[in-house]
């Protein structure tokens, strides 16, 4: 679950990361009145779950609370388009309004999961408020990387260590090691797989400030946090992933794919992803209905699959053990006729009542092309993507 950034920095302030003084507005009025509070001079931000703001115009400096008011009211309202949204964007719906500040060097700071280290990894770089996977793409030796104890956390001499590698100046040092450490403790604390400072800045007055925030909290932990799991805004997921999440299906929509792929078990439907490539066309989608699923589960799974416009046929990949073939057969049948769907099903079941299955999905209207193993799924699929064209 992501956080918006003033989620974020409220966040960093109780573990005691220096952030600059700002409030959320949703209203151009409210982005006035905060404005003149933090002195006129500020900076206006759009609120969403997506990098490049600044590019896409939803970062401006303003001079003044009129000036505020006036970039507000071209962000609150309308969706915002950047490299990391589709091409419709993310709607903002507030906006942060802070203080500005002096930057004299800005820096990167951030922790995530090494799932090779099995820890908790900080990564820092002297390269601040820049794109940080073109930087480790092009200049991987600027980023430093140090792994936490998953047992005793990061020990005060690295995050010493990792602020002197920076090139701190010696009597911020102290500061920046705790900031490090703050930023490490959080990320433990509050089950995050990232916490991120780009950037990390030293100010003209000699002070280190988070001056940007990015939290994504783990999903599964959210039961540890209802607190947290409060500050989630369904507006900007896709509309098709928070349905699924409410349903209790793992999924993932995919650009430029046209089969829709319903799979029980997340290793299979890797695979069964790699046999779509290999049929020569894309996945539409990760999805696992899990192996509890139940009737209700697979229809809604299903229907998520094929309201999807991009999707032009459905591969069906179900190994039967927890979760029976029959129930996904009548799962799948009540999916299609809620939805309407008159999409080709090429379908493979395997597993406990595998024939029974079968047997219901061949009694059905449905479309089905049979599969007898899955090295058959790429022909059908390429076949039945030919045959059907772009028609739904």
């Known amino acids: 679950m992501k956080l918006h950034e003033y989620q974020a920095k409220d966040l960093f302030a109780r573990y005691g990361i220096p952030v600059p003084r700002g409030e959320v507005a949703s209203t151009a009025a409210e982005a006035r009145s905060v404005a003149e509070k933090l002195g006129g001079k500020v900076v206006v931000k759009a609120q969403v779950h997506a990098g490049g703001r600044g590019k896409a115009g939803g970062v401006k400096l303003v001079q003044s609370p009129a000036d505020a008011e006036k970039a507000a ?18 709607p903002v719906r507030k906006v942060l309004v802070s203080e500005t500040t002096a930057i004299a060097t800005e820096l990167y700071l951030a922790v995530v999961v090494d799932g090779n280290a099995a820890a908790p990894l900080v990564m820092a770089s002297r390269a601040g408020g820049m794109n940080i996977e073109e930087v480790a793409e092009k200049h991987p030796e600027q980023i430093i990387r140090v792994a936490g104890d998953p047992v005793y956390g990061l020990w005060p001499y690295r995050a010493r260590d990792m602020a002197r590698e920076l090139g701190i100046p010696p009597k911020l040092v102290r500061d920046t090691t705790a900031l ?47 607190d947290l799991a409060k500050l989630a805004d369904p507006e900007q997921e896709d509309e098709l992933e928070h349905r699924a999440d409410r349903a209790g299906v793992k999924y993932v929509k995919l650009e430029n794919g046209t089969v829709g ?16 490539k290999k049929a020569g066309t894309n996945p539409a989608n990760f999805l696992d209905v899990g192996g509890s699923a139940n ?4 229809a809604e799974a299903f229907s998520i699959i094929v309201s999807d416009t991009d999707v032009k046929a459905v591969l069906v990949n179900i190994f039967g053990g927890i979760l029976r073939c029959d129930i996904a057969a009548r799962g799948v049948v009540m999916g299609a006729e809620r939805s309407r769907s008159r999409l080709p099903i090429v379908a493979l079941m395997r597993g406990t009542n595998a024939k029974e299955g079968r047997e219901i999905l061949q009694a059905s209207s449905l479309n089905v092309t049979f599969l007898n193993d899955l090295s058959e799924a790429a022909p059908a699929v390429a076949g039945v993507l030919s045959t059907r064209g772009g028609a739904r």
């Open 73 to 90: 009211a071209g962000m609150l309202g309308r969706n915002l388009v950047t490299h990391q949204t589709s091409a419709k964007g993310v």
């Open 180 to 226: 490090i450490s703050n930023l490490y403790r959080a990320f433990v604390e509050l089950d995050c797989t990232l916490a991120e400072v780009n950037p990390l800045v030293i100010t003209a007055d000699e002070k280190v400030m988070a001056v940007d925030a990015k939290i994504t909290i783990e999903d599964d932990a959210l039961f540890r946090h209802p």
């Open 261 to 276: 792929c319903m799979v029980n078990g997340a290793g299979l439907a890797m695979a069964t992803m790699d046999i779509t």
């Open 295 to 298: 009737e209700e589960r697979i």
